[in-house]
C-alpha cells in the first residue's frame, strides 16, 4: 500500500464549478500538508499548507485535513481554465520539511 | 521564501555518459535540498535528500548519486547514464516545512 494514495484523473470541469481534488494516507505521524500545483514542463508550486487537522482558506482555493480519517481536500471555487493543471497533495511528519511524501498528482482540466 | 535556480532545463545524452546536475538555492540559508524524478502517472520519487553540507542520504539504489560541495548547491550525478535514468528531474529546498521547487530538468538518455 501506498503511503499516499491520489486519484490521477483527468478531471474534467466546465469553467466555473466547484473541484474537489483528494488524498488519503496511511502515516498516522503526518502533521504537515501541502498541496502543490504544477503546469505541463514546469516544477511544482507551493498552493496552500497546513498544519494538523482543520481548514484553511486563500481566496478560491480551501485546504480541509481530517487526520480522524486520513483524508486531505483541496477546494477550488469558481474554477478557471487557468486553473487546468496537475495537484500534487504531499505531507511530512514532526520533522517537518524533512522527506515530504507526494500523491502522484491529479491532472485537472476546466473547460470554458 | 526561497528561489531553487536548476539547469539545464532539457539535456540529451547517450547511453553510458556521465550526467551532472546542478541546483543553487537563493533566499534561505542551511535548507534541507531533494532530488525528485518524476515519471508519468508515477508522481514524485525522492531520490535523494541532504540535511547539510557533506550529508546526503539515498533514499532508492540507482545508477546515480548526489553531493552538496556547499550549503545552498546540490549536485545530481552519474558516471554511466541509462536509458531507464530518463525524466523530469526537480531540485527542492525545504525551510521548516515548506518545500520550494526548480524548474526542472527533462533528461532523455538515448
Known amino acids: 500500500q501506498k503511503e499516499v494514495e491520489q486519484d490521477p484523473g483527468p478531471l474534467s470541469v466546465p469553467e466555473g464549478a466547484i473541484v474537489s481534488l483528494n488524498c488519503t494516507y496511511s502515516?498516522?505521524?503526518?502533521?504537515?500538508f501541502m498541496w502543490y500545483r504544477q503546469y505541463s514542463r514546469k516544477g511544482p508550486e507551493l498552493l496552500m499548507y497546513?498544519?494538523?487537522?482543520g481548514n484553511k482558506e486563500d481566496g478560491r482555493f480551501t485546504a480541509q485535513v481530517d487526520k480522524s480519517s486520513k483524508y486531505i481536500s483541496l477546494f477550488i471555487r469558481d474554477s478557471q481554465p487557468s486553473d487546468s493543471a496537475t495537484y500534487l497533495c504531499?505531507?511530512?511528519?514532526?520533522?517537518?520539511?524533512?522527506?515530504?511524501?507526494f500523491g502522484t498528482g491529479t491532472q485537472l482540466k476546466v473547460e470554458l | 521564501s526561497q528561489t531553487i535556480h536548476q539547469w539545464p532545463a532539457t539535456l540529451v545524452q547517450p547511453v553510458g555518459s556521465p550526467l551532472s546536475l546542478e541546483c543553487t538555492v537563493e533566499?534561505?540559508?542551511?535548507?534541507?535540498l531533494y532530488w525528485y524524478r518524476q515519471a508519468a502517472g508515477r508522481g514524485l520519487q525522492l531520490l535523494f535528500y541532504?540535511?547539510?553540507?557533506?550529508?546526503i542520504s539515498s533514499e532508492v539504489p540507482q545508477n546515480l548519486s548526489a553531493s552538496r560541495p556547499q550549503d545552498r548547491q546540490f549536485i545530481l550525478s552519474s558516471k554511466k547514464l541509462l536509458l531507464s535514468d530518463s525524466g523530469f528531474y526537480l531540485c527542492?529546498?525545504?525551510?521548516?516545512?515548506?518545500?520550494?521547487f526548480g524548474q526542472g530538468t527533462r533528461l532523455t538518455v538515448v
Open positions: 502515516n498516522s505521524a503526518f502533521q504537515y
Open positions: 527542492a529546498g525545504a525551510d521548516r516545512t515548506e518545500a520550494f
Open positions: 541532504s540535511v547539510g553540507i557533506g550529508q
Open positions: 504531499a505531507m511530512s511528519g514532526p520533522g517537518g520539511g524533512n522527506k515530504l511524501t
Open positions: 533566499g534561505t540559508s542551511n535548507p534541507n
Open positions: 497546513t498544519y494538523s487537522s
